[in-house]
């Protein structure tokens, strides 16, 4: 029997600010060298690039923000040392740096053979999707942001691909638009929704975001890869289909709140056998000193712990031994 397709998930990566300080001092494969050969390994590596990739300092010219991320250059071999294949740009930090610094973002991920969605020189660019093949499995990804409306892409204008997640039958009405500009693109065995939703720190997803995320499975989606809550959520299987509510930081330089411990986050690794999901494996990772490091034994279990309230509360049974976590499709605690 072939092997399954294995596809490796994280959540969103930040290399700007003191994050791009270390790049430029420790070298850019610094932020993601202790968990780049698990990242490399998988036949396809996905994760929200959170930061714009430019050298420019004109900020976006909107309403002044907090937080403004942009990273070196270099940084784009931090993604390809760890085998980054695919990421989403709809996020509410792509043009920190406005219309250049996306487009210098563009330009540093064509280069080094990366592939994207959720941002573009128009509106039907960043909802266009992205397409990679594994294997013989054609994988297609649609990304979208629901804040920051000001960074929404228009019928001429560059930006991100923004959507109003409020108006669910409207939500719904534009994922199955997707899946039809997928279908048009050549299709998919494994259509991926990303999106960037939602407020910061919450251990559970509110019930319009499952009802969301139930519908895009529904309608036609593989799987739903969710982020930016900064802490990770509890994974769901509607119908088979994996749904990750939040995947949680991968890399960063934010400061750590103690009762969400936003350092400590996962990968999540998918084993896939044509359409159908065989098992994911869970692999808990540590932000420490700018770096993503496999969790040691303390912080793991906090992760385990934690990932297994949160999986319980949406029906979701999670499994290990003593050296693995993993689920499996019918492990449903319902």
Known sequence: MDRPVRVMVGGDVMLGRLVGEIIDARGATYPLAPIAELMRGADLTLVNLEC????????????????????????????????????????????????????????????????????????????????????????????????????????????????????????????????????????????????????NFLFAPAAPFVRLAHAAVDVGFAMVFGHSAHNFQGVELHRGRPILYSAGDLVDDYAVDDGFRNDRSLLFELEIAGTTLRQMRLHPVLIDDFQARPAPDTDSEWIVRRLTEQCAGLGTRLQRDAHEVWIEPGSSTI
């Open 52 to 199: 714009a990739i430019t050298d420019s300092t004109s900020p976006w010219p909107g309403a002044p923000k907090a937080f403004y991320f942009g990273a070196p250059p270099a940084a784009v071999k931090t993604l390809t040392h760890a085998g980054v294949d695919l990421v989403s740009l709809a996020n509410n930090h792509t043009l920190d740096f406005d219309v250049q610094g996306l487009r210098d973002t563009l330009r540093h991920l064509a280069r080094a053979g990366i592939a994207w969605a959720g941002a573009g020189e128009n509106a039907a660019a960043a909802r266009a999707p992205a397409l990679v093949e594994r294997r013989g499995l054609r994988f297609a990804l649609v990304a979208y942001c629901d804040h920051q409306e000001d960074f929404a892409a228009g019928p001429d204008t560059p930006g991100i691909a923004w959507l109003d997640l409020h108006d669910e039958t409207a939500a719904v009405r534009e994922f199955e638009a997707a899946l039809g500009r997928v279908r048009s693109a050549g299709g998919a065995d494994w259509p991926i929704l990303s999106l960037h939703w939602g407020p």
